[in-house]
C-alpha cells in the first residue's frame, strides 16, 4: 500500500461518500458529486476552503445563467455555447475561475432534461455543495509536515556549513570541489522544496501562526544567493597570502556559526575589524597581489550581506 499516497486515499474515500450520499438523498446524476470532490480534494486547508467558496460562486452564477439562457432562447447546443461565452468573462471577472469546470458540467444536466424547474436548480447545487462539503470535511486533517520541515532545516545548515568549510579550504591552497555543480543545484532544489513545504505548513491552520518556517526558508534563500556569488569568486583568487588566511580563518567560524539561533552579531563586529585590519595593512606590492586583495574584498562584502540577512531575520522575530 506504499504506493497509494494519503491524498489518493482521501480522494478515493470521498469521491465514494460523496456519491452515496448524493444516490441516498435521491438526487439525479449522483456521480457529479463524486467528481466535484476529487476536483476540491486539495494540499492544504486553506486551498480547499478557497476553491469550495469559489466553486459555491461559480454554480450560483451558472445556474442563474443557464435559467435565463435557456428559458429565452431554448435548450440546444447554440444556446448553450452562449452560456459559455457569457459565463467565462463573468467567473474571471468575480475570481472564480476553479469553477468553470464542474458549474459547466451541472449546466449540462439542464440541457440534457430540458428544464430549469426548481427541482432540477436545486438538484444541482446540491450535488455542488455535497461533492465541495466532502471534501472540505475530509481536509480538515492533514498529516502534520512540520518534522519534515525541521529535517530541511538542518540539511540546509548544514549543507551550508559544509559549503563554508570547503571555502576556508581553498583559501588555505587545499583542494576541494566548492565549485561542485551538482552540490548547488542538488541544494538549490532541496532549499525550493523546503520552502513549499513551509507553505503548505502556513496553510493548513487558520488560526495558529505558522509564518516562522516561511519567512526561515526565505531567509535562506536569500543567503543562497550570496553564497553562489561567493563560490564563484574563488575563480579569481590566486596566491594564498596573509590575507587569504584570515579570511579563510573568519569563513571558517561562519561555517561552525550556521545554525538556527545564531543572530550574527557577533559575527558581524569580527567581520568590520577584519575589514579594519585589512585596510591598515600595507598596500599590495605586485598586480597579482593587488587582484587577489581585491577579489577578498569583494568577497568579504558577500558575508556581511550573508550576515545582515540573517540578522534582519532575528530581529524581525524578536520584534
Known amino acids: 500500500m506504499n504506493f497509494i499516497g ?25 456521480v457529479a458529486a463524486g467528481i466535484i470532490t476529487i476536483l476540491s480534494i486539495q494540499t492544504t486547508k486553506r486551498q480547499s476552503l478557497e476553491v469550495a467558496i469559489k466553486r459555491v460562486i461559480a454554480s450560483i452564477l451558472a445556474l442563474g445563467i443557464a435559467f435565463i439562457a435557456f428559458n429565452i432562447l431554448g435548450y440546444n447546443e447554440i444556446t448553450f455555447g452562449i452560456f459559455i461565452l457569457i ?56 498529516p502534520s509536515i512540520e518534522s519534515q520541515i525541521k529535517k530541511d532545516q538542518v540539511y540546509i545548515e548544514k549543507t551550508m556549513k559544509d559549503i563554508f568549510m570547503k571555502m576556508a579550504e581553498a583559501m588555505r591552497g587545499e583542494k576541494t570541489d566548492i565549485g561542485n555543480k551538482h552540490l548547488i543545484k542538488s541544494f538549490e532544489k532541496r532549499l525550493d522544496s523546503a520552502r513549499l513545504r513551509a507553505y503548505d505548513n502556513l496553510n493548513n491552520y487558520f488560526t495558529k501562526d505558522m509564518s516562522y518556517y516561511v519567512k526561515y526558508m526565505e531567509m535562506r534563500i536569500r543567503q543562497f544567493e550570496v553564497i553562489k556569488r561567493m563560490v564563484g569568486s574563488f575563480r579569481r ?33 569580527d567581520l568590520y575589524k577584519l575589514k579594519s585590519d585589512f585596510r591598515s595593512m600595507e598596500l599590495p606590492s605586485t598586480r597579482e597581489e593587488f587582484e587577489n586583495r581585491a577579489s577578498l574584498f569583494e568577497f568579504l562584502d558577500d558575508m556581511e550581506h550573508f550576515l545582515k540577512i540573517k540578522r534582519k531575520f532575528k530581529r524581525k522575530m524578536r520584534s
Open 87 to 142: 459565463f467565462i468573462p463573468l467567473t474571471v471577472k468575480f475570481k472564480a475561475e476553479e469553477g468553470i469546470v464542474v458549474s459547466s458540467v451541472l449546466v449540462t444536466h439542464l440541457l440534457v432534461e430540458k428544464s430549469t424547474d426548481i427541482y432540477w436548480m436545486r438538484n444541482e447545487l446540491a450535488l455542488m455543495l455535497i461533492g465541495i462539503g466532502v471534501a472540505l470535511i475530509l481536509n480538515l486533517y492533514m
Open 6 to 30: 494519503y491524498r489518493t486515499l482521501k480522494t478515493a474515500v470521498g469521491a465514494f461518500l460523496a456519491m452515496v450520499i448524493a444516490r441516498e438523498l435521491g438526487l439525479k446524476y449522483s
Open 237 to 269: 583568487f590566486f596566491e594564498t597570502y596573509e590575507q587569504t588566511i584570515m579570511m579563510a580563518d573568519f569563513t571558517e567560524k561562519v561555517a561552525r556559526s550556521i545554525y538556527e539561533e545564531n543572530t550574527a552579531e557577533k559575527l558581524l563586529k
